[in-house]
């Protein structure tokens, strides 16, 4: 079993939380324009990845907030809490500055380094005490 | 019926060849459904240049996890084509593979809990009637006559309503019906190459020319892809995308018992599906976890809601001891249905997304398959489960009558 750390009400155990499945998939802009290839790219087809995995979670019986989290779908690591709407932290830009000595800043949008491990610790730490995310730009409302 | 002894078998069943720098066909994927399609390759259009690559031991992925329940009573007509096709296989394998694998028709009751269960169940009766698969409707009293040990009485959180009834539905020795493939695929001629695991494709434009292994480079006119848990991963070496989720899914077994479970019983609605192996264990499967994991082992809950749902329709399995739990890493698409085809890629086919459910589809996967790698073109068994229907919207939701909720 899972013990995730809600960024409301810290751990708790999976059975408390509802899976949302893949991260940062965002409506289309324009549905009018899809052609059905595309709409079926987005009803149907979603990463499956096998490593690094940034998916949602609903804390079902807690705050009732989605968030987002990074897992490895192998070892089942979790490996950051982030708000929804915020940057995968380990795939956002490279900032320059940081990108040399893999020290990210602590705000919760910020774009952190590559894969290092340090970063998406910091990331971790600085989300779980944002205030929770009352948007879901991505769609989240399951 | 039960406690039989489990067939002798010669000490090597196929050989250990190193892999031919080329084929005319290489199947990836060493489960039950790659040595399936192997054996049809050779078997039903004399294609026997061809080599089955398995990145582990034979047969060591969900073929060996299962719990072998075969039965064919699926809803839809293109779902109850292709599973009934597969158990009228299953009926003749053992003779045609001359290997018993002790497939063991001894019925198979799906049960009904809530009048929206009642109502769907005879739905499907009606259906598998019309469809030409044995279906009954039982009553709790006649549930009970098949299978004593059900609790029937109604003051259960979800008391037995009724349960539909395939008599013709029943279990097999899963790792011996790979064995059974593999030694008659060798035979044939094929090469079964174990800890050989494809870690690339080679193409030429859009068509594939050969897959890259731990064991070197080999060359090859087709490939079909039997990876049940990883399709996704080798479909994104070759350069697409499959509408799969790969999710763990558990399976337990008790210590051996005296028989006392004379058939297979499985509830979606409480969830559990239990049927006593041969030699006296205990089978139950249990649920997938909701996430995405490729870690063949799942979440302690899901076995722990799992075996209250048994523990309240058998209440003698109260008595009985855990004696080991596995996960096996089962890929599943949106509509509970397999699929099998084309892929965007030239010469490459896939054959995946079978779920929860495809030990009992393996001989007509094989067979469909077969045909399509063969030919290029669908089996007309396999053509409604094209990768295109994600596309076209021509979907075969099984979820019902894949019979377990997930
Ligand atoms: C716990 C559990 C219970 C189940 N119960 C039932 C049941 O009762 N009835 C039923 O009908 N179905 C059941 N199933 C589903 C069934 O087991 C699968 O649908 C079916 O086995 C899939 O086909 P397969 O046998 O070829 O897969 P597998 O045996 O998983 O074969 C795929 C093979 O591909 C290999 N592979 C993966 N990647 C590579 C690579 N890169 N290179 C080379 N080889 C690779 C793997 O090692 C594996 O051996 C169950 C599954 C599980 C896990
Ligand atoms: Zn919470």
Redesign the interface.
């Known amino acids: ?2 013990l995730i750390s809600c960024p409301n009400c810290g751990s708790r ?3 408390e939380f ?2 949302g ?1 893949q991260a940062h998939v965002a409506y289309p802009e324009n549905p009018n324009e899809l052609n ?2 595309e ?3 987005f ?4 990463d ?3 490593g690094a ?1 940034a ?1 949602r979670w609903l804390h079902s019986t807690g705050c009732r907030q989605w968030f987002n989290m990074l ?1 490895d ?4 690591e979790i490996q950051a809490v982030y708000p929804m709407g915020t940057p995968r932290p380990d795939k956002a830009a490279p900032a320059p500055a940081a990108s040399e000595s893999g020290t990210a800043s602590t705000a919760p949008d910020s774009t952190t380094t590559g894969s290092a491990g340090p970063s998406i610790a910091a990331t971790s730490i600085a989300t779980s005490t944002a205030p929770p995310s009352t948007t879901a730009p991505e769609g989240a409302t399951k | 019926m039960m406690a039989d002894l489990l067939p002798e078998h010669p000490d090597f069943l196929w050989r250990n060849p190193e892999p031919k720098s080329s084929y005319d066909a290489v199947i990836v994927g060493g489960g039950g459904h790659g040595l399936a399609t192997a054996y049809f390759l050779a078997k039903n259009h004399g294609m026997t240049n061809i080599a089955v690559l398995e990145k582990g031991w034979l047969a060591g992925g969900n073929m060996a996890r299962n719990t072998t329940i075969i039965r064919s009573n699926y809803l839809w007509d293109e779902s109850a084509a292709i599973y009934e096709h597969a158990l009228k296989l299953w009926e003749i394998l053992p003779e045609e593979l001359e290997y018993d694998f002790l497939f063991s028709q001894r019925g198979v009751m799906n049960l009904a809990h809530t009048l929206g269960d009642v109502r769907e169940s005879m739905r499907r009766v009606g259906a598998n009637k019309l469809n030409g698969v044995d279906a009954e409707w039982l009553d709790p009293q006649q549930v009970k006559e098949l299978c004593p040990i059900l609790n029937i009485s109604d003051n259960i959180r979800y008391p037995v309503m009724g349960a539909t009834y395939q008599p013709r539905a029943g279990i097999a020795k899963h790792d011996h019906v790979a064995w059974a493939f593999a030694r008659k695929c060798d035979e044939l001629g094929v090469d079964i190459i174990q800890n050989c695991e494809v870690t690339g494709f080679i193409k030429d434009g859009n068509r594939v020319t050969g897959v890259k292994t731990n064991q070197g480079t080999i060359n090859t006119e087709k490939v079909g892809l039997c990876a049940a848990g990883h399709s996704s991963v080798l479909a994104e070496m070759a350069g697409f995308r499959l509408p799969i989720q790969s999710h763990p899914l558990q399976a337990l077994v008790s210590e051996l018992h005296e028989p006392v479970h004379p058939t297979v019983v499985m509830s979606n609605h409480v969830h559990v599906y239990v049927s006593q192996a041969h030699k006296g264990e205990l089978v139950m499967g249990a649920g997938v976890d909701s996430y995405n994991g490729y870690g063949q082992r799942g979440s302690f809950h899901v076995i722990e809601h799992q075996m209250a749902a048994a523990v309240e329709l058998f209440p003698i399995f109260a008595r009985a001891h855990v004696l080991r739990t596995w996960g096996g890493i089962v890929d599943t698409t949106l509509d509970a249905s397999p699929i099998v085809g084309t892929t965007p890629v030239d010469n490459m086919f896939v054959n995946c997304g079978w779920g929860t459910g495809g030990f009992k589809g393996t001989p007509a996967a094989g067979l469909t398959f077969a045909h399509t790698i063969a030919t290029g073109t669908p089996h007309h068994l396999n053509k409604p489960f094209a990768l295109e229907r994600f596309e076209t919207g021509a979907l075969i939701d099984e979820h019902g009558a894949a019979a377990v909720a997930h």
């Open positions: 079993m899972l155990d999976e059975t509802h899976y499945g059905d290839r709409w079926a790219e009803l149907f087809y979603r499956n990845t096998k995995f998916e897992r779908t192998v070892t089942y």
